[in-house]
């Protein structure tokens, strides 16, 4: 089985707490992770920690970063079955975004269009819940509306997607790390003669 985890969450910075006052909503960021441990985790975001821009395609660590200013971060974590074609492409896709993250930009016009629902696709720009509609589209999963259009809550009735964890995210990847660790411990020697 292959999945692809979409993961909504709110922090403490001070645009996700206007955000949240502006859109009443729970959640205001989004990422995508490839594995369930969250160890490759993307999203459009700061690029550095203290600053909200410059921003673009980066990788979250959680615990470290922008992630790592805060203890609390309440989130929920939705699991989408994939194709092992379609797991292929997504990789495809994070790795061109990796490769070219220079020439990307954070949509901050575009952030102002999806408050007002006008439909305004960048090319090279892109909000964190427009780069994982995009990067859904890319892959294959039909999307419900134009991915220029998504806000991270409607990720949290994403057609197919299960809800695998709600809760703190430092928690769910703090067990992820110690399952990981344990799994290791326990694996088997292989001796060779």
């Not at 001070?14 to 441990?37: C, E, I, Q």
């Not at 220079?102 to 006008?118: E, Q």
Request: aromatic share 16%; glycine share 4%; charged share 25%.
């Amino acid at each position: 089985m292959e999945y692809i985890y979409i993961i909504v969450a709110q922090t403490g910075t001070r645009p996700a707490k206007l955000f949240r006052f502006l859109t009443k909503k729970p959640y205001n960021h989004v990422s995508l992770s490839g594995s369930v441990d969250l160890s490759e985790m993307y999203s459009f975001c700061r690029t550095y920690r203290p600053f909200p821009l410059p921003a673009t395609f980066n990788r979250e660590i959680v615990g470290k970063g922008t992630l790592g200013r805060f203890d609390y971060i309440p989130c929920e974590i939705y699991r989408i079955k994939v194709t092992p074609e379609q797991k292929r492409k997504y990789n495809k896709v994070i790795k061109h975004f990796a490769n070219n993250r220079k020439i990307y930009s954070y949509n901050l016009l575009g952030l102002i269009a999806v408050y007002f629902n006008i439909n305004w696709a960048r090319t090279h720009s892109f909000v964190c819940s427009q780069f994982v509609a995009y990067t859904m589209d890319k892959i294959g999963i039909p999307l419900e509306k134009p991915f220029s259009l998504y806000r991270p809550d409607d990720f949290r009735n994403f057609p197919n997607a299960d809800l695998y964890y709600a809760g703190e995210l430092n928690c769910f990847y703090d067990d992820m790390m110690t399952i990981s660790k344990e799994t290791k411990a326990v694996r088997p020697l292989i001796h060779r003669a």
